[in-house]
């Protein structure tokens, strides 16, 4: 009985240690104890080794370089639903950067956050970047991943220079609003799907090349300078439900 009892307890204690909770807005994360992952409660931060890191609170960056910048492959960093906020979008900064040395660092996840008002808010070179449930506004470049197989996946990008563009990928459940130039870009082979550009210069910049496709489906534009931007019709495979443009 007494066994039981010490079980039970020590179960509780666990479960008041690990509690999910809602730092901000619609972001559910759950507030671990200590000993898991590393905490980030100033700017400017290196991330140099592997691993779990996560913000303790809203951060602001006034200077040049990058707010936290990632000198490590098989990095995720949770924003807790926090936010990272630079001085302005003219300053040539960067809120979250893995390109600090060469080569480009790979394996990268950013999560859960709002990135704001800097040069660039969110910018990768690398292989295998992961950019989840970001709210990106007043940027110059809203999300920005050149490197190989990066996944976009429920974003936010609103009132940047440049919503969210990459190289080639899977851009899927996002939205982009209001961005001076292009809202949702690709420039090589991938599929944009399940997302939203209002209001932007370019709704939809699609530049496949040759002879590679890029999957379009379940998207909507409207109020754009240009609704979408074809660089080859002919290498755009839309989707039944892809609200195809007449071009």
């Known amino acids: 009985m007494k066994r039981k009892l010490w079980l039970l307890a020590l179960v509780g204690a666990i479960l008041l240690s690990v509690n999910p909770v809602l730092a901000d807005g619609d972001f559910y994360v759950v507030a671990v104890g200590g000993g898991v992952g590393t905490k980030i409660t100033s700017v400017p ?3 140099s080794s592997p691993g779990f890191y996560y913000l303790g ?31 302005g979008k003219s300053i040539s900064n960067c809120g979250i950067n893995p390109n600090v040395n060469n080569p480009p660092r790979n394996n990268l996840e950013v999560r859960n956050g709002t990135v704001s008002g800097f040069g660039s808010g969110i910018v990768g070179a690398g292989a295998n970047i992961r950019v989840s449930r970001i709210r990106a506004f007043n940027n110059g470049w809203g999300v920005w991943v050149a490197g ?26 996002c939205v982009a609003n209001n961005n001076t130039n292009m809202g949702i870009a690709m420039n090589g082979t991938g599929a944009v799907i399940g997302c939203v550009a209002n209001n932007n210069g370019t709704g939809f910049a699609l530049n496949p090349p040759q002879p590679m496709p890029i999957m379009v489906d379940q998207n909507s534009a409207n109020g754009n300078g240009a609704n979408y931007g074809i660089g080859d019709n002919d290498k755009i495979s839309w989707g039944v439900n892809a609200g195809r443009p007449t071009l």
């Open 45 to 47: 931060y290196t991330i």
């Open 57 to 87: 609170g809203n951060l602001t960056y006034s200077g040049t370089g990058s707010a936290i910048s990632v000198d490590a492959d098989n990095v995720t960093l949770d924003l807790m639903g926090f936010s990272l906020t630079g001085a």
């Open 148 to 173: 190989s197989n990066p996944l976009i996946e429920g974003c936010i990008c609103s009132n940047n220079d440049y919503g969210i563009l990459v190289g080639s990928g899977r851009i899927s459940g």
